[in-house]
């Protein structure tokens, strides 16, 4: 398979060419267009239960989709449905990624996802919610985030400090603490932080350039109020 | 040369901050790194026990952090493949064994803190729902006891004036008077009730009787045609009266409304409630009473009955009677599920009973039914 980005920018779609009997798994309702060759079946990824326990407790769809090229050669265009960037990876085998529940959106059939949950205070307050995907295995993973995409690299016990709901993915060879934004309670809130993630290296962590809670926030103010 | 596999990642330098991808072989003196790719391809590294540092890291706190200075400046090893940091631990000589335990006391104690705030967690969740779950109904019977009976007869009045101005009222006559008599025998055996109880007549084929919160009941004439005489009659109203008197209209009402309701009444608060309660007026007439507060109403209406020297065997008779005919008329049984095990309860009840002299009814029941067009009652 081989994965190229189009239009890269606020409005990208990533174009992914499958060789016969390749497949790749997608966030359902990601496809936007495909080679007849191409058949879609959704896949409920770790069985039944997993997909369950997935949708529930991640908010994740319930269904991955499968693409598959089963009648010859093909390839699929997919895009994210919020605007902003999308990045394309390789994993190795041996690195490993938690990615926030909406980051994911395609995947190497060989990429393995799992749902994990994350220690109380972090789930609290890290505004992702209790529970991570943990992406790991071999191939192929296309991530999207909601504006554009900077990724920070971390040497060995470097630290950086990300605003919580700006998170995409990071490595799970990185550890981070949540913090106050600021040394008082008061402070933390009115300067509009909150909490932030304060992040020790080794490895990358991945961040979206809008958060989408404040741009919700945002748009709510133009919606008309109907009865 | 064989394809290897890469277990770990290695941090420096000269390495992309994602990490090196490395095979790490465990060796009696020490580590060797291999690198497979990238700018170190087919390069390796050695590190001597000795000069090695480890502590646990990573995400999840279950990597085996390996730490040393070598010829090509720091390097820092995640090691993550338990086989890999079993081999390490295995081969560590002393001086590392006690840094190597404390990272793993380490990991456990993550691995356990973790654990232990989730199973609170999940505990506190099912202690709270089993909770609620079987808690309720002490919730709802303290709501009940703290609404007045004014604002129940208010409630029940609305209801009951709504009801009554769509139906066709029997005002007087054989049929009222007969059950205004039962009604007199039946509440007078009620001392100190705070409920004025008002019985109305309604000219309807459906075999029928409810009592709504207040002291508002309903029989239908259809009911009356049925009945093969007072005392049966009697039975049904016994029934309908302790519905109201055990308060069972409101406990279901509030069971609707919800919890938040049931807490704003304990805590105080009836205000906001009265406007909902009204909304349920309506459906206070389609109203069935729970299992439990049926039992309930059979056994205190027997009492009943048998206070006011009515023969309850009427009673019983008449619930065997309509659980016999299946007809789909038949409304009272569709709110009032007729089981055996119901009136053989109530026979056992009886029996228990010290025995009492009927006292008759001072109306005919074969007029009383003729005045309401019935066939005259099948003469035992």
């Not at chain 2, 008329?329 to 007729?338: A, G, K, Y």
Request: aromatic fraction near 8%; charge should be negative; charged fraction near 20%.
């Amino acid at each position: 398979m081989r994965s190229e980005i189009l239009y890269p920018g606020a409005f990208p779609m990533v174009r992914v060419e499958l060789a016969a009997g390749e497949h790749i798994k997608a966030e359902s309702g990601a496809m936007v267009a495909s080679s007849p060759t191409i058949d879609i079946e959704s896949k409920m990824e770790g069985g039944f239960l997993g997909a369950l326990s997935r949708k529930l407790l991640t908010g994740e769809k319930f269904f991955f989709q499968t693409l598959r090229a089963s009648r010859g050669p093909g390839e699929v265009l997919l895009a994210p449905t919020v605007p902003g960037e999308i990045v394309i990876m390789e994993l190795d085998g041996v690195n490993e990624y938690m990615v926030q529940k909406d980051g994911f959106l395609a995947g190497a059939d060989s990429v393995a996802i799992e749902s994990k949950m994350q220690s109380l205070t972090r789930g609290l307050m890290g505004g992702e919610g209790f529970f991570l995907l943990k992406i790991g295995g071999k191939g192929t993973l296309i991530l999207n985030s909601f504006g554009a995409i900077h990724k920070i690299e971390l040497k060995p016990d470097q630290e950086y400090i990300v605003d919580n709901s700006h998170l995409v993915a990071w490595s799970a060879t990185t550890s981070y603490n949540i913090e106050k934004a600021a040394s008082g309670w008061v402070a933390s809130f009115t300067s509009g932080e909150g909490f932030v993630c304060r992040f020790r290296g080794p490895g990358v962590v991945y961040i979206q350039s809008r958060n989408p809670g404040s741009f919700g926030a945002w748009v709510r103010q133009f919606i008309p109020v109907s009865e | 040369m064989t394809e290897f596999q890469p277990n770990a990642l290695c941090f420096g330098q000269e390495f992309p901050a994602s990490g090196e991808p490395c095979l790490v072989q465990v060796e009696d003196h020490g580590i060797t790194v291999m690198f497979l790719s990238g700018a170190a391809e087919d390069r390796s590294e050695s590190a001597s026990f000795s000069a090695l540092t480890v502590a646990a890291g990573g995400f999840d706190h279950d990597q085996l952090v390996v730490r040393w200075v070598g010829a090509a400046g720091e390097r820092t090893l995640y090691l993550k493949h338990p086989d890999v940091i079993r081999a390490f631990r295995q081969a560590a000589p002393d001086q590392l064994r006690a840094p190597l335990d404390r990272a793993a006391e380490h990991v456990r104690q993550a691995r356990h803190r973790h654990r232990m705030v989730w199973s609170v967690i999940g505990g506190t969740v099912l202690v709270v729902v089993l909770g609620l779950w079987f808690g309720s109904d002490l919730l709802v019977e303290m709501a009940v006891d703290r609404i007045p009976v004014e604002w129940e007869q208010k409630l029940g009045e609305s209801a009951y004036k709504d009801f009554l101005a769509q139906q066709d009222v029997m005002k007087e006559g054989v049929a009222v008077s007969a059950v205004e008599e039962i009604t007199h025998r039946l509440v007078e055996q009620i001392p100190n009730s705070p409920y004025k109880f008002e019985v109305t007549v309604v000219k309807s084929d459906v075999v029928n009787a409810f009592a709504l919160p207040g002291g508002y009941i309903v029989v239908f004439t259809g009911l009356m045609k049925k009945a093969d005489s007072g005392e049966e009659v009697a039975g049904v109203m016994g029934h309908e009266l302790n519905h109201v008197l055990q308060r069972h209209g409101l406990e279901r009402i509030v069971k609707q409304l919800g919890l938040v309701a049931v807490l704003s009444i304990v805590l105080g608060n009836h205000q906001g409630l009265a406007g909902m309660m009204k909304q349920l007026g309506v459906e206070l007439l389609t109203l069935k009473f729970g299992r439990e507060q049926e039992t309930e109403a059979d056994l205190t209406g027997l009492q009943l009955l048998h206070r006011a020297k009515i023969d309850p065997s009427g009673m019983i008779r008449f619930f065997e009677q309509l659980s016999e005919k299946d007809e789909g008329r038949t409304e009272w049984l569709s709110t009032h599920p007729m089981s055996g095990a119901r009136a053989e309860r109530l026979k056992a009840e009886l029996a228990a009973m010290p025995k009492m002299v009927p006292a008759p009814f001072s109306f005919d029941w074969t007029k009383v039914r003729g005045a309401l067009g019935g066939e005259p009652a099948a003469k035992p």
